[in-house]
């Protein structure tokens, strides 16, 4: 006989699943797409030149793309393997799962029609991932950050003949779409484990441990921004739910943690950082967790 | 071949749980769609699969000449069968556990673990309330325009001398009594719920909370909404126990909450089995 709490924990567990995987497989798909009708002149061309440019170019772009913050992970390897430099897609990958219409107006909606905390969300949002997106263009300048990317094109046997392909784009319609969906299983199978991983966790998280204690922990300016922030990452709402649990904590907590928690969820939570490690290196999601934590946290500060 | 299974499974769990309805106990039906589409993306990726493993004999790499050399997945490097298995293992989990374990659903120990909610009445009628007992949708709505949809869906409430909730006016019946308990004072009120007994040593063992789960998306992201009911002196409950209540409404301090709040003095009782639909889903 299986024990009751653990068979809670499976119904979250499988609820959450239930709730991500639309998104991921949306996700996927577009990442087929990028794959097969990208090329790397495409990018070359419209990417701003100069550094800041790419960075707020990134960062715009991420606004104007809705996506869920699950969904973003896989879009993002592949335009980094497109050529679009990190500094310039890290910031999309942020933004693009808090500034977007459908969060932006359930946050409005769950704030009582009040602007305040959707402009706040959204605005930390876009600082965040932009001076991250600084950051990130001094410190990784020519560093590859994806995962077996040299392991891929070296050890690829298809490397020889396709090489050409790229040259000469000569494939036909028909075998792009075909490629694009080969391309989305594969892409599936890569973050499909990743996102199994991370809604066990968070779903474990909230079932067995008690969230009071958590909360009880503090009550000052910085430790009621940290106690969000760490709430945000266990729980692993989606961004567009996650404003209705944040709106529940209205009398207990400042409105800069609560923003805190908002922006912070998205960008990183459980079971995104699990998708990020099988996409990028180990270093630059280590990178991504401190930058994003300490920005966020002063960001909530100033509220 | 594995990962053909794989993906047949996703697509069953989630035809399964659409077909026998139990969907319903993971996440809010006014989503389902979403859901439901992910049926026809998982069984479209199924076909990619059968022909990508048609095309190569071990079904590990058929990228034809649509593959460009930056394509750089895992599985060019092979994996070792270790953690091949592994790998296979976590994806077979959900299938596994979602098809074959039973649906657990939420109860008082969820309560006790998420109930952080539990003051909150403090600063009455103002925004910030707490989402635990009172269904304040007044977070979505804004002050002024709150009240005057407040007050208008009050209206079915206050007819006659008698309030029956039932699962789909549930959340608003209660955000209603909570809104504005003056007017339902005396009034007779119908509803159920699970009993669960407050972990406050004060609290009378004849006063109890009788509750149900509100959903937004996915139980994820639930909460809890009822009343306090009080029951004649020396009546009991465990935890848990389904029980469809009649009885009048009354107002008390409630020492916890630092408020008063309204309760039922319960009249009639009777016990009834878990409904099927356990969990009252937000509308809106």
């Given at each position: 006989?299986?024990?009751?709490?653990?068979?809670?924990?499976?119904?979250?567990?499988?609820?959450?699943?239930?709730?991500?995987?639309?998104?991921?497989?949306?996700?996927?798909?577009?990442?087929?797409?990028?794959?097969?009708?990208?090329?790397?002149?495409?990018?070359?061309?419209?990417?701003?030149?100069?550094?800041?440019?790419?960075?707020?170019?990134?960062?715009?772009l991420?606004a104007?793309?809705?996506a869920?913050e699950?969904?973003?992970?896989?879009?993002?390897?592949?335009?980094?393997?497109?050529?679009?430099?990190?500094?310039?897609?890290?910031?999309?990958?942020?933004?693009?799962?808090?500034?977007?219409?459908?969060?932006?107006?359930?946050?409005?909606?769950?704030?009582?029609?009040?602007?305040?905390?959707?402009?706040?969300?959204?605005?930390l949002?876009?600082?965040?991932?932009?001076?991250?997106?600084?950051?990130?263009?001094?410190?990784?300048?020519?560093?590859?950050?994806l995962?077996?990317?040299?392991?891929?094109v070296?050890?690829?046997?298809?490397?020889?003949?396709?090489?050409?392909?790229?040259?000469?784009?000569?494939?036909s319609?028909?075998?792009?779409?075909?490629?694009?969906?080969?391309?989305?299983?594969?892409?599936?199978?890569?973050?499909?484990?990743?996102l199994?991983?991370?809604?066990?966790?968070?779903?474990s998280?909230?079932?067995?441990?008690?969230?009071?204690?958590?909360?009880?922990?503090?009550?000052?300016?910085?430790?009621?921004s940290?106690?969000?922030m760490?709430?945000?990452?266990?729980?692993?709402?989606?961004?567009?739910?996650?404003?209705?649990?944040?709106?529940?904590?209205?009398?207990?907590?400042?409105?800069?943690?609560?923003?805190?928690?908002?922006?912070?969820?998205p960008?990183?939570?459980?079971?995104?950082?699990?998708?990020?490690?099988?996409?990028?290196?180990?270093?630059?999601?280590?990178?991504?967790?401190?930058?994003?934590?300490?920005?966020?946290?002063?960001?909530?500060?100033?509220? | 071949?594995?990962r053909?299974?794989i993906?047949?499974?996703?697509?069953?769990l989630?035809?399964?749980?659409?077909?026998?309805?139990?969907?319903?106990?993971?996440?809010?039906?006014?989503?389902?769609?979403?859901?439901f589409?992910?049926?026809f993306?998982?069984?479209?990726l199924?076909?990619?699969?059968?022909?990508?493993?048609g095309?190569?004999?071990?079904?590990?790499?058929?990228?034809?000449d649509?593959?460009?050399?930056?394509?750089?997945?895992?599985?060019?490097?092979?994996?070792?069968r270790?953690?091949?298995?592994?790998?296979?293992?976590?994806?077979?989990?959900?299938?596994?556990?979602?098809?074959f374990?039973p649906i657990?659903?939420?109860?008082?120990?969820?309560?006790?673990?998420?109930?952080?909610?539990?003051?909150?009445?403090?600063?009455e009628?103002?925004?910030?309330?707490?989402?635990?007992?009172?269904?304040?949708?007044?977070?979505y709505?804004g002050?002024?325009?709150?009240?005057?949809?407040?007050?208008?869906?009050?209206?079915?409430?206050?007819?006659?001398?008698?309030?029956?909730?039932?699962?789909?006016?549930?959340?608003?019946?209660?955000?209603?009594?909570?809104?504005k308990p003056?007017?339902?004072?005396?009034k007779?009120?119908?509803?159920?719920?699970?009993?669960?007994?407050?972990?406050?040593?004060?609290?009378k063992?004849?006063?109890?909370?009788?509750l149900?789960f509100?959903?937004?998306?996915?139980?994820?992201?639930?909460?809890?909404?009822?009343?306090?009911?009080?029951?004649?002196?020396?009546?009991?409950?465990?935890?848990?126990?389904?029980?469809?209540i009649?009885?009048?409404?009354?107002?008390?301090?409630?020492?916890?909450?630092?408020?008063?709040?309204?309760?039922?003095?319960?009249?009639?009782?009777?016990?009834?089995?878990?409904?099927?639909?356990?969990?009252?889903?937000?509308?809106?």
């Amino acid at each position: 006989m299986l024990d009751k709490s653990f068979l809670q924990m499976n119904t979250v567990f499988i609820s959450i699943l239930i709730e991500a995987l639309p998104f991921v497989l949306i996700g996927v798909l577009i990442a087929g797409v990028i794959q097969m009708f990208v090329t790397e002149e495409m990018v070359a061309r419209i990417m701003p030149k100069n550094k800041i440019g790419a960075v707020l170019f990134g960062a715009v772009l991420g606004a104007i793309f809705p996506a869920c913050e699950c969904g973003i992970v896989p879009i993002t390897r592949k335009l980094i393997e497109k050529g679009v430099p990190v500094f310039a897609a890290i910031p999309f990958m942020l933004t693009g799962p808090i500034i977007n219409p459908v969060v932006l107006f359930s946050t409005y909606v769950a704030f009582g029609n009040r602007w305040e905390v959707m402009i706040y969300r959204g605005g930390l949002a876009m600082i965040v991932a932009v001076l991250l997106g600084f950051i990130l263009a001094v410190q990784f300048k020519n560093v590859k950050v994806l995962k077996n990317e040299i392991g891929a094109v070296s050890r690829s046997p298809f490397n020889n003949e396709t090489a050409a392909t790229v040259s000469i784009p000569k494939i036909s319609f028909y075998n792009k779409l075909k490629g694009t969906f080969v391309h989305a299983v594969e892409e599936f199978f890569s973050v499909g484990k990743y996102l199994v991983i991370g809604a066990l966790i968070a779903a474990s998280m909230q079932t067995y441990v008690k969230t009071s204690t958590l909360l009880d922990i503090g009550q000052g300016e910085v430790s009621s921004s940290l106690v969000m922030m760490g709430l945000a990452f266990i729980l692993s709402l989606c961004s567009e739910a996650d404003a209705f649990i944040a709106s529940s904590f209205q009398s207990t907590f400042t409105i800069g943690s609560i923003v805190a928690f908002l922006v912070y969820g998205p960008m990183l939570d459980v079971k995104n950082v699990l998708m990020m490690l099988a996409a990028f290196k180990k270093k630059l999601v280590v990178s991504l967790v401190v930058y994003i934590t300490i920005l966020v946290l002063l960001g909530s500060l100033f509220l | 071949m594995i990962r053909i299974l794989i993906l047949i499974g996703f697509t069953f769990l989630f035809m399964h749980l659409h077909a026998t309805g139990d969907i319903s106990k993971y996440i809010n039906m006014k989503y389902s769609y979403i859901s439901f589409s992910a049926i026809f993306i998982l069984g479209f990726l199924t076909l990619v699969q059968f022909y990508i493993y048609g095309k190569s004999e071990d079904g590990e790499h058929a990228h034809d000449d649509s593959c460009t050399p930056d394509c750089g997945h895992d599985h060019h490097k092979k994996p070792s069968r270790l953690k091949n298995v592994t790998v296979n293992s976590i994806l077979i989990f959900p299938i596994i556990s979602g098809l074959f374990f039973p649906i657990a659903s939420l109860d008082s120990e969820t309560v006790k673990t998420k109930g952080f909610h539990f003051k909150g009445l403090e600063n009455e009628g103002d925004f910030g309330e707490h989402q635990f007992l009172k269904p304040d949708t007044s977070v979505y709505y804004g002050k002024e325009s709150y009240n005057s949809i407040m007050d208008k869906e009050l209206k079915p409430f206050t007819k006659g001398n008698q309030v029956v909730l039932n699962d789909k006016n549930y959340l608003k019946g209660m955000e209603s009594i909570y809104y504005k308990p003056g007017i339902f004072l005396g009034k007779d009120v119908q509803f159920k719920g699970f009993t669960y007994n407050a972990e406050d040593k004060a609290a009378k063992s004849n006063e109890l909370f009788l509750l149900r789960f509100g959903i937004i998306h996915c139980i994820a992201d639930s909460g809890v909404f009822g009343m306090m009911v009080e029951f004649p002196k020396g009546t009991k409950f465990p935890n848990d126990k389904w029980i469809e209540i009649e009885g009048s409404i009354e107002t008390q301090y409630y020492q916890p909450f630092k408020a008063d709040i309204p309760y039922v003095k319960v009249k009639d009782w009777k016990e009834i089995e878990k409904p099927k639909e356990e969990y009252v889903y937000r509308g809106y």
